[in-house]
């Protein structure tokens, strides 16, 4: 395997090959989600369907095919995804009348709908979200953080007023944010997306925006309040008290399976994958180590302790194969399993089992006495470990005091020469397009997002000194 | 609501909609499936999770577009699927080299997988499954049961011989009759689909039939077993204990939304939907009546009331609208909700509420003491009752005794003047696809499946008289 600080990019490629997280597929851009792989999605999927639940807001499913006359509805929507979609223009031999587009997103379809559904602030707000495949066609692909198909919910809702509308917003933002730091152990910044990384056809976008241990920024989740656009576009009017139609204020937002290729590059190591229990395929993995084939009673044992783990709802693996401890201890680790627990013949005697906690160095005898309370201990400590861990590590990829472009060349250069990443660099920005695509274009940093919480006030635009409008975090991004 | 014994399929597609559990939606064929309805898919994943779960099959995804060329692998499977394929010829505004089909299942995708993931005996049996939408094309469609886009699982298995693959294949079978029976309340037919009605590309096809309240079949639930078909296109190979690389046996089965269709046709009434509580996305529902405004315990005491039910775990709805107890009355019993309580002033002073459970007449005055053991006694016998009720009907609906085409046209025509359903019909067949043929074209029935369970051995051919080499159910189907 690659090393992790010398090429990260190989490193992430052949971690989520080999540790059967994925397969690339036939089809330019699609990958395979393997069984490992997978489950970390449907863990996300039950963790945001309990907030969903607590909310009411209900799952629906709309037809994946959209007619080409519904996105050149709204004209934003469409100048932003028409060049990443696929059209099905053809059913057996016949061709259709009219092309339709592989969802990129919903807004049109469901807009459609709730276009039917609504009719008077009674019905308001309405809230529905949709788990889905949704497809764009993006040049350059990375498994799980870019490919032309992938898996996402997205959330759409309909409100009387802009305040409420905003506030389902937000609401939705801060739980994206919890998912990520509570549940995934990745911290996030919040803050708003500037007006040329906004959603296409939105009034506002807000994001949370990840740093992975390369330094680099991936988009983690999205929410965005729409106005009356997609209501104007879709006719999602209103009766309202007054006995007035009038448009809704729409929202929508949405996380992706682009949370795994962050989870993975938050937490993983040189020795493979490393997971929050929370979502690990597998938080415990038993094997017999030492001559156990001639002691039955270390596979009794092993067995009785994995009926025990089992049916205390872990999620446990017991590796009984032929391969040497060796080659387990290395599977297991790629794999991200997040305890391991050996026992040989001379653990047995002493009644304990040697653990090793996939994120600490070491090993520890725990007795068998004390085994489950030890694990529940381990399993609740790791998240917040690894939280912590991550939230040290960006901070010291943070950098608040550059002023100028030419201080922002220096520090690239400084990080290519010491090998150290880049990191997120806060700005100062006169909230022009023009000094968006100026840093871009010299450096290859886009603007993240504007932070809600901002460390330090900028007073002057990075590129032309001028006054600045806004204090906004800028990276490299996934 | 037309009446369901005048127009049955009017009364469904009334009642689907009127209920909210669909919507159609602007692409032919395709519906939305609204939160009623798509909750009811959610209660089946669940259920049938539970089964993958305990017999370790895991969770996969797979990209939806099929290379073209990989459908060309297997003849049989191209041929039977080719007409109903929608094609993806473009993306933005660029013509793609080679077109990709919107998967109608996922044989060849999978296939080229496990390809590449088995190597050798220690790997199998290879067992998978997939939640995936689908895409059929078909020229007459009917919510639920005949979509153009719909929702499956796939399930897709290699092993190591025969033998194995035909146990997977009969194992999933019996726990498809079991997720209809005792979770859905659907009594079902299981046997052997006759050749003509196989699967594309499979050895043998088995089935769950089901009958509607109309007679009318549904094929609810297939397991394939494909034999070396599949395993020899896509070069599934293992090496065997002996050093040889052989062709694993590969199977495939599937449920979908049509189940959901199933459901509705089973159990709904002239009164509107009728669901086991295990499905139900509404178990119980609560409504004040009588001057319940001027006595406000009244709300209080359903509030808590409320508060008790959902936390124990129940689907429970407070209808405090203000509309009237009959507008209430009849809307959730349209939408199926198990059981109905009311409480008024008087109930409140009597200590008690009035309970009506959907599928029974009149109510019952149940004292708040007993309304726990009540609820939970009444929601644990209602799918019992509702399958054994179902069970009767099919029963009445079963004709065992007719013996030539012509006693087939008289029955139908019976049937059609005493305006009841044409039902099961069982015959003897001699094995040819000619009988089927004339069969179908004289009368409109096709072959559902050749019963594992015979009620009577049919000795001589329903069409021409001559030696039957089977006895097989014969229904009219959607």
């Given at each position: 395997m690659s090393e992790q600080t010398n090429d990260f990019t190989q490193w992430y490629l052949q971690t989520v090959q080999q540790a059967e997280l994925m397969s690339y597929s036939p089809v330019r851009g699609s990958i395979i989600f393997r069984p490992d792989g997978f489950e970390l999605w449907e863990h996300i999927q039950e963790e945001f369907n309990r907030f969903l639940k607590a909310e009411g807001i209900r799952n629906a499913y709309f037809p994946m095919l959209i007619p080409k006359s519904f996105f050149m509805k709204e004209a934003d929507h469409i100048e932003g995804f028409a060049p990443e979609l696929p059209w099905v223009t053809e059913v057996g031999d016949e061709k259709l009348e009219e092309p339709l587009a592989l969802r990129p997103t919903s807004e049109t379809m469901i807009g459609s709908a709730f276009s039917d559904w609504i009719n008077s602030y009674r019905d308001l707000p309405y809230e529905i979200n949709q788990w889905a495949n949704?497809?764009?066609?993006?040049?350059?692909?990375?498994?799980?953080?870019?490919?032309?198909?992938?898996?996402?919910?997205?959330?759409?809702?309909?409100?009387?007023?802009?305040?409420?509308?905003?506030?389902?917003?937000?609401?939705?933002?801060?739980?994206?944010?919890?998912?990520?730091?509570?549940?995934?152990?990745?911290?996030?910044?919040?803050?708003?997306?500037?007006?040329?990384?906004?959603?296409?056809?939105?009034?506002?976008?807000?994001?949370?925006?990840?740093?992975?241990?390369?330094?680099?920024?991936?988009?983690?989740?999205?929410?965005?309040?729409?106005?009356?656009?997609?209501?104007?576009?879709?006719?999602?009017?209103?009766?309202?008290?007054?006995?007035?139609?009038?448009?809704?204020?729409?929202?929508?937002?949405?996380?992706?399976?682009?949370?795994?290729g962050s989870l993975i590059m938050t937490h993983g190591d040189e020795n493979g994958l490393v997971f929050p229990p929370t979502v690990a395929p597998t938080q415990i993995v038993m094997m017999p180590v030492g001559p156990w084939k001639k002691n039955p009673a270390i596979m009794e044992k092993l067995d009785a302790l994995y009926a025990h783990f089992k049916a205390q709802g872990y999620r446990v693996r017991l590796d009984d194969t032929d391969n040497s401890p060796g080659y387990k201890f290395h599977e297991w680790e790629l794999k991200g399993a997040c305890i391991r627990i050996e026992c040989g013949p001379r653990d047995l005697e002493n009644g304990h089992v040697m653990t090793k906690i996939?994120?600490?160095?070491?090993?520890?005898?725990?007795?068998?006495?004390?085994?489950?309370?030890?694990?529940?201990?381990?399993?609740?400590?790791?998240?917040?470990?690894?939280?912590?861990?991550?939230?040290?590590?960006?901070?010291?990829?943070?950098?608040?005091?550059?002023?100028?472009?030419?201080?922002?060349?220096?520090?690239?250069?400084?990080?290519?020469?010491?090998?150290?990443?880049?990191?997120?660099?806060?700005?100062?920005?006169?909230?022009?397009?023009?000094?968006?695509?100026?840093?871009?274009?010299?450096?290859?940093?886009?603007?993240?997002?504007?932070?809600?919480?901002?460390?330090?006030?900028?007073?002057?635009?990075?590129?032309?000194?001028?006054?600045?409008?806004?204090?906004?975090?800028?990276?490299?991004?996934?």
């Open positions: 949704v497809f764009r066609w993006e040049k350059k692909t990375l498994p799980f953080l870019r490919t032309s198909e992938f898996l996402w919910q997205e959330g759409h809702t309909a409100h009387a007023d802009e305040e409420d509308a905003r506030r389902r917003t937000m609401r939705v933002l801060d739980e994206y944010a919890r998912l990520c730091e509570e549940f995934l152990a990745i911290p996030v910044y919040k803050g708003q997306k500037t007006p040329s990384e906004r959603f296409a056809g939105a009034v506002d976008t807000y994001s949370i925006e990840a740093m992975m241990k390369d330094g680099k920024a991936v988009q983690a989740g999205t929410s965005h309040y729409m106005g009356t656009k997609f209501a104007e576009a879709f006719e999602i009017n209103y009766l309202n008290k007054e006995n007035k139609h009038v448009p809704t204020h729409t929202t929508s937002w949405g996380v992706s399976t682009r949370l795994l996939r994120d600490i160095d070491g090993k520890v005898a725990v007795s068998f006495d004390e085994l489950d309370a030890y694990i529940a201990t381990e399993l609740e400590k790791m998240p917040t470990r690894l939280l912590e861990n991550a939230r040290k590590r960006n901070q010291e990829n943070e950098y608040t005091s550059i002023e100028t472009l030419d201080e922002l060349k220096a520090h690239i250069e400084t990080c290519k020469q010491e090998n150290r990443p880049t990191g997120f660099v806060l700005i100062g920005w006169d909230g022009s397009e023009e000094t968006e695509a100026k840093i871009k274009e010299e450096t290859g940093f886009t603007t993240r997002n504007i932070p809600f919480d901002v460390p330090v006030e900028k007073t002057v635009d990075l590129v032309n000194g001028s006054s600045a409008k806004h204090t906004v975090w800028i990276a490299r991004a996934y």
